[in-house]
């Protein structure tokens, strides 16, 4: 809920024309929740897409191949960690050549480690939007507002106060009927 905030508040999107998109097929069920939750906001006009990764060996990628329509769309890649941001920025550059107009990103963690910050100011990334799970790294500051941490505080305080009153915590991270 963290990243749908975020999102919902932008308007530079619109909530329009958005294509979600898993960086590799063991993210897709993360996606697809992600899309429900855009469909829980009532955004009506979202699909999914998803990349498939071929490994030539560690860390080195061989191909990708996208599966779904990104062409003319705002690109949302969904994922759990940033650490090289090598998949990340790789899966950015097929997205703008698939046609993509822009390409945001939110992950749960950016761990950030090696390359990554000259791999991110070289991509097609637009934005790369993070919690502050893991403290900001040395570096950071220098790629200015194209990495926007949000913060975990309000929905930590929402599950302590749901387990001081004995409510349903796992009711925080379900996505809500329409």
């Known amino acids: 809920m963290v990243a749908m905030n975020y999102f919902v508040e932008q308007q530079d999107i619109h909530m329009r024309n958005i294509v979600v998109v898993s960086p590799d097929a063991g993210g897709v069920a993360r996606a697809k929740k992600f899309l429900g939750l855009m469909g829980s906001v009532g955004v009506k006009d979202c699909s999914l897409a998803m990349i498939i990764k071929q490994r030539e060996g560690a860390g080195k990628i061989g191909s ?32 703008k050549e698939h046609g993509a107009l822009s390409v945001q990103c939110f992950a749960t963690h950016g761990l950030f480690s090696g ?39 309000p929905i930590l305080a929402e599950a302590i106060f749901r387990i001081q009153t004995r409510t349903s915590v796992s009711s925080l991270f379900s996505i809500p009927k329409n």
Request: avoid cysteine; glycine fraction near 8%.
């Open 64 to 95: 990708m191949h996208l599966v779904g329509s990104v062409e003319g769309k705002h690109a949302i890649i969904i994922d759990d960690i940033i650490d090289t941001a090598g998949t990340l920025t790789e899966a950015a550059k097929s997205l």
């Open 115 to 153: 390359k990554a910050f000259d791999n991110i100011r070289r991509s097609d990334i637009n934005k790369i939007i993070i919690t502050n799970s893991i403290p900001a790294q040395s570096g950071e500051e220098e790629l200015g507002d194209k990495i926007v941490r949000l913060s975990v505080a």
